[in-house]
């Protein structure tokens, strides 16, 4: 297993070995993108410093665990992308699915675009990734992107904003799949009034992630009711 720890300035962590696990021969790819958060996410302001000894447990595989909640072959949008989190990782755990990232940010997109086509060299072939600018609740973005299947989302917004921006990319059967703050968890069952008005239904948290140690999660699923 390589360690990126010894690539570029050094101060990137190095690989925990349940990442290998996880991500199997995708796992150059991972590192690169590591290594990515670490150099270029830092100095354009999308990672904070401090974060970066800690890139794998609470960033990298916390996102991957969402995979656990996402339906093989599904088609997924990550929604206010940032960094790329949790999508890459996400993309990267679970080659199967379909994936584009939607982000308003001109900074981040540039980030987005340059990391996605680093990854492709890495990977020896392009990732069948897309890239929309744009904010969710846009109707142009929903044209863009398409139908999806799971709509995915990292300390995006309160749920129940979320859901709103959210209208326009999710069909009746659309789940959504938000990763969120111990409050927001402690404050679900207050909230599921709302978000049931709000159209939405099976609303509750999983446990993901149980075999990463530190990274596992929890998250929020909920499903787009009909019409």
Known sequence: MSDPGSVGDGGVPPTPAVAEELFGPALPVVERYVVQLASEGVLRGLIGPREVPRLWERHVLNSAAVAEAVPPGARVVD???GAGLPG???GLARPDVSLTLVEPMARRVEFLD???ADLSAVAGSALAWRIVRGRAEERS???AVGPVDVVTAR???PLPRLIGWC???MRPGTQLVALVGARTLDD???MVPELEAAGMRDIHPRAVGAALGDAATTVVV???GAR
């Open 167 to 169: 209208r326009g990319l």
């Open 114 to 116: 340059q990391t996605v």
């Open 155 to 157: 300390a995006v917004a």
């Open 141 to 143: 973005v929903a044209t």
């Open 222 to 224: 909920m499903t787009r």
């Open 88 to 90: 890459i990782p996400l």
């Open 79 to 81: 929604v206010g992308s």
């Open 188 to 190: 679900l069952s207050a």
